[in-house]
T-cell receptor, first 114, second 114 residues
Framework: KAGVTQTPRYLIKTRGQQVTLSCSPI?????VSWYQQTPGQGLQFLFE???????NKGNFPGRFSGRQFSNSRSEMNVSTLELGDSALYLC?????????????FGPGTRLTVL | QQQVKQSPQSLIVQKGGISIINCAYE??????FPWYQQFPGKGPALLIA?????SEKKEGRFTISFNKSAKQFSLHIMDSQPGDSATYFC?????????????FGTGTRLQVFP
């Protein structure tokens, strides 16, 4: 069974631009979560989706948004990029989004903002 | 506000030695405590997890010890191997909440030398 895939793997943008990152969960998984990983802040929760509905959101500005499609694939969007948005963005999926389900992480998208 | 504190930040161990990583949490609503292992260029992968109704869980060379009264838990890696060299994250999750959200510690970079 294929794991969580994220595209693109690497991305370079300039300040003020916007970016869209994509995540394909493991087949059959309905819950998708997004995390931002930086050396200074570690792994920070962005948001999670279950059956196309945002179920929870972290403490990030409104420039960060996401959505989930009917096939469980998810996208996150960052508008008006800032230098501080440079990070590894990780997507994780789980089967039902309940506490006993294992979350599987993708390899991440490395975003560099110049 | 950091809700899960992890130490040490880095750890150097000789092959065959014991690696110990500690975490402490504040929120008593946390009821699921996983440990993740991350290699460079990869997303975190679940290593082992524990619920607070048990004080210890062992899987192969990896053991979680849990002290509910002290709100602390730790990962012990017995007979550490060079292949264990990675960054380890503890995490916590709330029971009874309809969410996949994980609160991560800041990570420990483990280096095992032959």
């Amino acid at each position: 069974k294929a794991g969580v895939t994220q595209t693109p793997r690497y991305l370079i943008k300039t300040r003020g631009q916007q970016v869209t990152l994509s995540c394909s969960p493991i087949s059959g998984h309905r819950s998708v979560s997004w995390y931002q990983q930086t050396p200074g802040q570690g792994l920070q929760f962005l948001f999670e989706y279950f059956s196309e509905t945002q179920r929870n959101k972290g403490n990030f500005p409104g420039r960060f948004s996401g959505r989930q499609f009917s096939n469980s694939r998810s996208e996150m969007n960052v508008s008006t990029l800032e230098l501080g948005d440079s990070a590894l963005y990780l997507c994780a999926s789980s089967l039902r989004g309940v506490i006993t389900d294992t979350q599987y992480f993708g390899p991440g998208t490395r975003l560099t903002v110049l | 506000q950091q809700q899960v504190k992890q130490s040490p930040q880095s750890l150097i161990v000789q092959k065959g030695g014991i690696s110990i990583i500690n975490c402490a949490y504040e929120n008593t609503a946390f009821d699921y405590f996983p440990w993740y292992q991350q290699f460079p260029g990869k997303g975190p992968a679940l290593l082992i997890a524990i619920r607070p109704d048990v004080s210890e869980k062992k899987e192969g060379r990896f053991t979680i010890s849990f002290n509910k009264s002290a709100k602390q838990f730790s990962l012990h890696i017995m007979d550490s191997q060079p292949g264990d060299s990675a960054t380890y994250f503890c995490a916590a999750r709330k029971l009874g909440f309809n969410t996949d959200k994980l609160i991560f510690g800041t990570g420990t970079r483990l280096q095992v030398f032959p």
